[in-house]
């Protein structure tokens, strides 16, 4: 396991991801077009794979530990049911992704946000695993992406909760407060803002 540096675009924003290993979380590729309405949401296209895929490490968010000066923070809903999507107000570098409460113990974090070059990541994280393949973009994609979720797939994240329940992987929260309030209120983007987002996404 190692201790990974965090660093947003332009640095004013910075963490450790600690005890990082392919057995301490999930690596993937996710492939769905609500992930790339996002990085288009936050004019942030360009950490989007050849074949439209987000980049992201699923850990527990007591193995996250952010340094975020005042202001910097920001998250974003795609509508009102949707997952919470932080990212840094400074740079719009996308940071991660958290279900609506405190109580869960899982942070799908991008490695846009993570200090190292791809083979770092492959060293740190593991090799990913490519999903919802049936939304990817510009075929024909490589065997390792999956056209959804594969049962292995669905299989290792209940696994990986089931443990985070367990152990108490929740506590302390990444993006709560300790009343279980987002430590920013979130911005439900506007039908006018999803629907672009979601045309530039399947572009």
């Known amino acids: 396991m190692v201790d ?3 660093r947003c675009r332009c640095g004013l924003v910075t963490g450790t991801a600690h005890d990082v290993s392919p057995q301490t979380g999930i690596h993937i590729v996710c492939h769905c077009i609500d992930c790339r309405a996002y990085a288009h949401a936050i ?26 000066p ?11 049911e949707g997952l919470l999507r932080w990212y840094t107000t400074c740079c719009h570098t996308p940071v991660g992704n958290s279900l609506a409460k405190a109580s869960a113990p899982f942070f799908g974090m991008l490695t846009a946000f993570m200090d190292l070059d791809d083979d770092g990541l492959v060293q740190a994280l593991g090799p990913p695993r490519g999903i919802q393949g049936k939304e990817a973009l510009h075929p024909p994609l490589p065997a390792w992406i999956e056209p959804g979720f594969s049962i292995g797939a669905v299989w290792r994240t209940v696994r990986f909760l089931a443990r985070g329940l367990v152990t108490g992987a929740a506590k ?32």
């Open 70 to 80: 005042a202001g910097q923070l920001s998250c974003l809903r795609l509508s009102d």
């Open 43 to 68: 004019d942030r296209a360009d950490v989007i794979t050849a074949h439209g895929g987000s980049s992201i490490f699923q850990l527990a968010p007591k193995q996250v530990r952010l340094s975020v």
């Open 4 to 6: 990974v540096a965090l």
């Open 172 to 203: 302390p929260a990444v993006v709560f407060d300790a009343a279980g309030a987002p430590l920013v209120t979130p911005r439900i983007l506007t039908p006018e803002e999803r629907a672009a987002a979601y045309a530039a996404a399947a572009a």
